[in-house]
């Protein structure tokens, strides 16, 4: 919904794109401090949601979330675009909350070594819906709620976000009625310091998270002004094609949570692969207002994400590398080419940001022992990436235009691959060493 948002207020407010990246600012900074709170009182009092329970660390996190949404009503009544900021604030907390329990709690629900494939799967579900949401939201707020000389007010967003809150209080209200399975998991032990940061690959892991989350942010956040510039496209009609970007990223996690899962033959994945592709893609296709002539370019980049799968034979770090290779590419072809050319470039970037999270996350913290939640916590911190790369790409924007901006996430995608590499080798060399002293 951010994306759909920026766009909106900027016109509304008469914003530059480096006031309209405030959005992303306020919600994932709220990342950032939110994560940065329970960093300290982890290492102080021991982890809370290990002391009130993974299933009250949810609801509390999508009360908090609900609370964000009914913020926007004050917001648009007023129309002050500082007041939708706090809002935004508001629900990057109980989102943050969100984060934190549930990648914990998706952690326990299994071994370690199948940590990154049940992590794709909880976030393609994810991409589901922010797939769909541009679709919804643009729809009503763009369409549905606008004025009716079709001019940009306050108030389209009033109802849509009150929807929101209705819908995750109805979430709230489902999982409070479900008996989730518990995990009786002894007292933490409270590691006071900054021992986590003794690990070097934890270290290099958040700087590549933070690229990644502000990489992935800005991409998707530009995508309607670059559409706006590249091929002259109104809202109405780029937010289908936004659903595509977010869209590809949920068949990439489909299929890497099935690539990454040791316990299928090749056979097999390549089998449920194809089907699951298949399924998704449909989805994708009965959500978006394009004809299949307009969305069948993607049948190309889902061949390539197969052949990228296969190459990267089932190891987190290197397929990790190879996508963010293919994603500099992409990147560079959206800067350089015009039309179509460049418009294919910049909404395939989806696909292969899929598996950058939960690679990544499970890289970072792999072998960190009773550092484990401390390094977590640190990971999740780097989504303060959201908030800071944006800013700088929007200040690009306004002095350069929009598509020479794009040279901020190359960076942050060859920082990414450099990760991948380092890995692959730094990791094995543990793996290594620890196999020959029988640990």
């Not at 996190?61 to 964000?68: N, P, S």
């Not at 009625?177 to 690990?199: D, H, M």
């Not at 937010?239 to 990439?252: F, P, Q, R, T, V």
């Not at 470039?345 to 792999?366: C, E, K, P, Q």
Request: glycine share 10%.
């Amino acid at each position: 919904m951010n994306d759909i948002l920026i766009p909106y207020l900027k016109q509304l407010f008469k914003l530059s794109f480096f006031e309209s990246m405030l959005v992303q600012f306020c919600f994932f900074g709220a990342y950032f401090i939110g994560s940065l709170i329970y960093f300290f009182i982890s290492i102080s009092k021991g982890d809370p949601i290990n002391k009130v329970g993974y299933k009250k660390g949810i609801l509390f996190g999508i009360f908090l979330a609900a609370f964000g949404c009914i913020l926007f009503y004050p917001a648009a009544t007023f129309s002050y675009y500082p007041l939708f900021l706090g809002a935004l604030f508001i629900l990057g907390l109980g989102f943050t909350v969100l984060q934190i329990t549930a990648n914990a709690y998706v952690s326990l629900l299994g071994s370690e070594d199948s940590a990154s494939s049940r992590l794709n799967m909880t976030q393609a579900f994810n991409a589901f819906g922010t797939t769909i949401a541009p679709v919804l939201g643009g729809h009503l707020i763009f369409e549905f709620f606008s004025s009716a000389d079709g001019s940009f007010s306050a108030v389209a967003t009033r109802i849509p976000y009150l929807i929101f809150a209705g819908i995750l209080l109805l979430v709230a209200l489902l999982i409070s009625r479900v008996k989730l399975p518990s995990f009786q998991t002894q007292e933490e032990e409270i590691v006071k310091g900054w021992g986590a940061l003794n690990y070097s690959h934890l270290k290099f892991g958040v700087f590549a998270m933070f690229c990644y989350v502000g990489g992935e942010v800005a991409v998707g956040s530009f995508i309607i002004s670059f559409l706006e510039e590249t091929m002259k496209f109104n809202e109405a009609i780029s937010k289908n094609y936004l659903s595509l970007y977010w869209g590809g990223a949920m068949i990439g996690r489909f299929l890497g949570a099935i690539s990454l899962n040791h316990s299928i033959s090749q056979g097999k994945k390549a089998l449920f692969m194809l089907g699951a592709a298949a399924v998704v893609f449909l989805v994708i296709f009965s959500i978006v207002d394009l004809t299949f002539a307009q969305i069948s370019f993607f049948l190309v980049f889902i061949a390539l994400n197969f052949i990228a799968f296969f190459i990267g034979k089932a190891a987190p770090a290197r397929t990790l590398s190879i996508f963010a290779g293919i994603n500099v590419i992409l990147l560079i072809s959206a800067m350089v080419n015009q039309g179509e050319l460049a418009m294919y470039s910049i909404l395939g970037i989806g696909i292969f940001n899929s598996i950058m999270f939960s690679n990544i996350y499970t890289l970072a913290i792999s072998g960190l022992g009773k550092y484990t939640s401390q390094g977590s916590s640190l990971v999740v911190m780097a989504i303060l990436g959201g908030a800071i790369v944006p800013i700088f790409q929007g200040y690009l924007a306004d002095q350069f235009g929009v598509q020479h901006s794009f040279i901020i996430p190359v960076f942050c995608y060859l920082i990414i691959l450099i990760f991948g590499a380092y890995c692959t080798k730094y990791l094995g060399h543990v793996q290594a060493a620890e196999s020959k002293s029988g640990h």
